[in-house]
């Protein structure tokens, strides 16, 4: 079955280390977003790819960086930069504009 | 004010009733989705909508450009719908704004 893979389901990181998020998809898709999502708030756009090797900055991007060197993958690092880095992450793909989003099962990190 | 208003916040219903979940926006639109998000994160996609009325089992959503607003409907509600159900509205750009969800609990 085709879907995204978010890996792992729970992260726990000291202050000050930097930390890798996992997202696969077999969807084919082109198009690949991070979200993140905080209680009490909407998802808010951290990065997003339209394409291979090319990625804009979301609403939220300082402190974290990402890569997309593969159709399938697009890995989220969350620097040491980041002020609060404990949240749930989301990673969602989809064809492009006005298309139906697919969402992963999320990764909750926990920076202490 | 929020782009993306959802009302209610929380909901508690009993199993078989019919259920409204309202989202209001300010913005322009191309698109608007229904979300579900299950008590372990994970989301899916219900609808997406551009005008009129879509319906998809128990679920139904409608939208209504004009008046910038749009409702998902459940009817003969299940306990296995308690979810967090999230409205998010999709600009020319492709940019999505989304709306801080409304948590649903049925119960038996």
């Known amino acids: 079955d085709g879907g995204i893979t978010q890996s792992p389901k729970y992260l726990f990181r000291k202050e000050g280390q930097n930390v890798t998020l996992s997202c696969e998809q077999n969807?084919?898709?082109?198009?690949m977003y991070w979200y993140r999502q905080d209680p009490g708030q909407g998802l808010r756009l951290i990065y997003y790819s339209q394409i291979v090797n090319d990625f804009q900055k979301g609403d939220i991007a300082e402190g974290y960086s990402v890569s997309r060197e593969k159709k399938e993958s697009f890995p989220l690092t969350v620097t040491s930069a980041q002020k609060n880095p404990t949240a749930f992450y989301l990673c969602?793909?989809?064809?492009?504009?006005?298309?139906?989003?697919?969402f992963g099962n999320g990764t909750r990190l926990t920076v202490t | 004010k929020n782009e993306v208003e959802q009302s209610p916040q929380n909901l508690t219903a009993q199993e078989g009733e019919f259920i409204t979940i309202n989202c209001s926006y300010s913005?322009?639109?191309?698109?608007l989705h229904w979300l579900q998000q299950h008590p372990g994160g994970g989301i899916v996609s219900l609808f997406m909508?551009?005008?009129g009325k879509k319906k998809h089992g128990r679920l139904i959503a409608t939208i209504n450009i004009q008046e910038k607003h749009s409702s998902l409907h459940i009817t003969a509600s299940h306990p296995r719908d308690s979810a967090v159900y999230i409205c998010a509205v999709e600009g020319s750009q492709g940019n999505l704004i989304f709306g801080k969800g409304t948590k649903l609990s049925v119960k038996p």
């Open positions: 969807l084919n898709h082109d198009a």
């Open positions: 909508l551009s005008s």
């Open positions: 969602a793909s989809n064809q492009g504009n006005n298309s139906p989003l697919h």
């Open positions: 913005v322009g639109i191309s698109a």
